[in-house]
């Protein structure tokens, strides 16, 4: 959960993907915040609604980084912020498709992401409907749950709980934490251990409400909190989350593939060469001593720096990953 002021901004990262939800106002500077923590392209980004304080910062995201889809509610907004994101999307060929419940996206080592809502039946007539017919999505890795609400409202979570909404432990809680939202029927199922609020510091809208925080706490969650955390992590092992906020949660390192796990016969010494590599040589892989745990792209700068002596040679990272190598951290090879 990205600090960026009275907005909404949350990355998601699995070994192999990378996800967006939302981008908060332009002035919030998502685009640096992510390149600052190494994100280079982004597998889907979700715009929950068409409020300027959760797409505001979307049209740089998009004009940055490479995307391979982007999802909404499907809802237009009359806002030049809005047209001028869905211009943005048209001109950089990004695939476009309106968010609807039961979408299923599989990453990887089990993990999924679900759509819950909308259901591609609006709700009119409400507050605000912007808001209301937010993107809600799941995320699920082993037994641990997160649901990012946007500023989903009451009716929306009526909504959830009526089609049989299940616990999930780390909710993102919907509209900053203000008093349209959280009803105690909603958090009765949904039962969150950890609640996290995308707020500014001395926002103008009373964000969050005293009312809500008192329910979350009620309920025994913990809440964190970017107007007096900062910057917001929370990583899951599948049967547990970690939580760090500040400058410990910028500094979490993004998750790595774990090793492949093989059944069959070890590689044999013919499967690798020791020797000096020259300038050009082709040799994509590689370690830079036989003792060492990692292996490295042949352009990294760690690799680059290593005695050409030493060096393992793997004609292919799948080789070097049998070979009980681990991908080096530098490179991300």
Excluded: W
């Amino acid at each position: 959960m990205l600090d960026v002021g009275q907005g909404d901004a949350i990355l998601i990262r699995t070994p192999q993907k990378t996800i967006l939800i939302d981008a908060s106002e332009g002035s919030a500077d998502v685009i640096d915040k992510l390149k600052a923590i190494g994100v280079a392209s982004l597998d889907l980004v979700v715009a929950t609604h068409p409020h300027a304080d959760h797409i505001g910062g979307m049209d740089d995201v998009v004009n940055a980084l490479p995307i391979k889809l982007f999802i909404d509610n499907g809802l237009p907004h009359t806002t030049k912020t809005y047209s001028g994101l869905m211009a943005d999307l048209q001109t950089r060929g990004v695939t476009y498709r309106a968010a609807v419940a039961g979408t299923v996206f599989n990453l990887d080592l089990g993990a999924k992401l679900e759509v819950m809502f909308p259901t591609g039946s609006p709700l009119t007539g409400t507050r605000s409907d912007l808001n209301a017919n937010s993107v809600v999505t799941r995320l699920t890795y082993g037994s641990d749950c997160f649901l990012f609400t946007g500023d989903a409202e009451e009716p929306t979570e009526q909504a959830l709980v009526s089609r049989g909404l299940t616990p999930c432990g780390v909710l993102k809680v919907a509209h900053h934490g203000s008093e349209y939202s959280s009803t105690q029927a909603f958090l009765n199922a949904v039962q969150p251990k950890i609640a996290l609020i995308s707020v500014g510091t001395g926002n103008t809208y009373g964000h969050p409400g005293p009312a809500t925080v008192s329910r979350l706490e009620a309920m025994g969650a913990k809440v964190y909190r970017t107007d007096l955390l900062g910057t917001v992590s929370v990583t899951s092992s599948g049967s547990g989350v970690t939580v760090l906020s500040g400058a410990a949660a910028v500094a979490a390192p993004a998750p790595r593939p774990p090793p492949t796990l093989t059944t069959g016969p070890k590689p044999t010494a013919a499967a690798v060469t020791t020797r000096a590599l020259p300038a050009g040589s082709a040799c994509p892989f590689l370690s830079t001593s036989s003792s060492s745990e990692v292996f490295h792209e042949a352009g990294c700068g760690q690799s680059e720096r290593s005695d050409p002596a030493g060096r393992v040679c793997y004609e292919s990272r799948e080789k070097a990953v049998a070979a009980g190598k681990r991908p080096a951290g530098c490179c991300d090879p």
